[in-house]
């Protein structure tokens, strides 16, 4: 069964610290990915998506993630990380039907 | 701003009872996807319409429904509730199962 595995729960750091957001899927074909970013209270709002081509993606809100086959990962990165990117941040994969699985998402908190 | 509004924002409800939770999504949007997110987990796939039917769905029960309609609209009917249906629901809609899934901001319902 496919699943998508962020393994780090919480995150914190520092504002203007660089970040990476670490996500693992599990779909033999190229996979359909995608970050969400959750506010408290909010739904979730699309960062950036990967379908196929560059292999780098560049998102919203200065946020950015790799695509790599070798290490079945699609991990989010952002060079400087201010207060309002204080959010959980969930990834997603769907297979090519319209099933998307989420992860379990990562608590991101950033100290002023 | 997405466009994709639910109601109620918030629920009560006691174990056994019916609930119906609705959704309206973007104008053009014919593509409906329900997930439920319990506390401190990624979404879970319910269901997805398209065009008024059923495409596709989840590890969910029959007592989980919906309903899609002609105005860009849904429903999520759940019955027999039980203390674990307790979660944020969030609907999200798009063109088609490929295309950026835009979500609501959720209606959380809690069962006693």
């Known amino acids: 069964a496919q699943s998508v595995t962020q393994p780090d729960i919480h995150i914190t750091v520092s504002e203007g610290a660089s970040l990476e957001l670490r996500c693992n899927y599990s779909?033999?074909?190229?996979?359909?990915l995608f970050w969400y970013v959750q506010s408290p209270g909010q739904g979730l709002q699309l960062l950036l998506k990967?379908?196929?081509?560059?292999?780098l993606v560049q998102g919203i809100k200065g946020f950015e993630a790799e695509f790599k086959r070798s290490q079945s990962s699609f991990n989010l990165r952002k060079p400087s990380v201010h207060w309002s990117d204080a959010a959980e941040y969930f990834c997603?994969?769907?297979?090519?039907?319209?099933?998307?699985?989420f992860g379990t998402g990562t608590r991101l908190k950033v100290l002023a | 701003e997405t466009g994709v509004t639910q109601s109620p924002t918030h629920l009560i409800k006691t174990r056994g009872q019916q609930v119906t939770l609705r959704c309206s999504s973007q104008?053009?949007?014919?593509?409906v996807s329900w997930y439920q997110q319990a506390l401190g987990q990624g979404p879970q796939f319910i269901f997805q319409?398209?065009?008024?039917?059923?495409?596709g769905r989840g590890n969910f029960p029959p007592r989980f429904s919906g309903l899609q309609f002609p105005n860009y609209s849904s429903e999520l009917n759940v019955n027999a509730l039980e203390l674990d249906d307790s979660a944020l629901y969030l609907c999200?809609?798009?063109?088609?199962?490929?295309?950026?899934?835009?979500f609501g901001p959720g209606t959380r319902l809690l069962v006693l």
């Open positions: 999200a809609s798009s063109t088609s199962w490929e295309e950026t899934q835009y």
């Open positions: 779909y033999g074909a190229t996979p359909y």
């Open positions: 990967y379908f196929s081509g560059d292999t």
């Open positions: 997603a994969q769907t297979s090519g039907t319209y099933k998307y699985i």
């Open positions: 104008s053009g949007h014919n593509t």
């Open positions: 319409y398209y065009r008024e039917e059923e495409n």
